[in-house]
Each structure stands twice: as C-alpha cells, then as structure tokens.
C-alpha cells in the first residue's frame, strides 16, 4: 500500500492527529504514517502581516521530508498566507509530494464561538484530503459536496463532505 507521512509541526494531542491519520487512510486507501517535525517558524513569520508564509513553509517541508513515491503533509497551528490572498487554510505541490494545511482558522473560537473538538477535527480532516488531492494532481472541482470544492471560508469546508466525488476519484 501506497503512503502517506503525516507530520505534525504543532502541539497537536496524539488522539487528534491519529484520528486524521485514520480518516485519511481510510478516504485514499494509503497508509499513513505519523512523524513529528520541529521548524524554527520565527523563520517563516512576516512581521507586516503577523502571518507565517506558506510558500516558504511547503517548500521547506518539502526539502526536509520530501520523498519520492510517498507524500508528505505537514500539519501546523499557525496563521498562513501567500501574497495575493489574505489567509489561507493549506497550500499544496499539485501532482507533487507536498502538502501542509493548519488548523489556526479552523476552530470555531477564532470566530467568538464556543470551540467543538469534533467540527476542528471534521474540517482538519477535509483540509487535509483537499490538499491531498491536489498532490494527486487534482484541480477545484464544481460537483457540490466534494472534497476538492475551494473554501474561502469555515462555512465552505461545513459544507462539503471529506471525500472526492466519483468525477475525482476516477482520475486516480
Ligand atoms: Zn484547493
Ligand atoms: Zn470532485
């Protein structure tokens, strides 16, 4: 089987990260290895924006874990953006090894509401396959529901489902 190395880059509990390890293996059929990565993110920090930019942070991911015929996911806690956009929830190599996404604007307290374990761990879970997929190679999709839908915001991830629709799975 096929894998997948989930690195965890924050103070993540074991059973979150493991449930994600679960879900994800379950929707790609991979097996999914979990690893812990430790990066200065000082480095990666943009003080005009108060953000950590993701171009960078996929990039030394990659350099560090990046290994051909297995992907590589780094999970983090931080706020991120690229230059054209405002923030973003993960960034990916499309048809590459990478991926990294971030639960920082994905629990419900950064938006004044009382936060739920199992929404931060539902969306996390999404985000994750959604950045998956474009490692697979796979574009934004249009089919309502599927995981490869683009989301702007939390409300746009509640919305979708965590798997490809069968337009995306049958370009594996
Ligand atoms: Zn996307
Ligand atoms: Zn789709």
Redesign the pocket.
Known sequence: MPQINLISFGQFEVDFVHKIAESVSHDYNYKVAIREGHLDLADFFDPTRRQYNANELLKMVDTLFGDSGVKSFGLFNVDLFIPILTYIFGQAFLGGRTGIASTFRLSNDRYGLANKKETLLERTIKEVNHELGHTFG?VH???PG????SSTYVEDIDQKKST??S???AQF
């Not at 599927?146 to 839908?149: A, F, K």
């Open positions: 796979l999709c249009h089919v599927c995981v490869m839908t490809l629709c337009n995306c799975r």
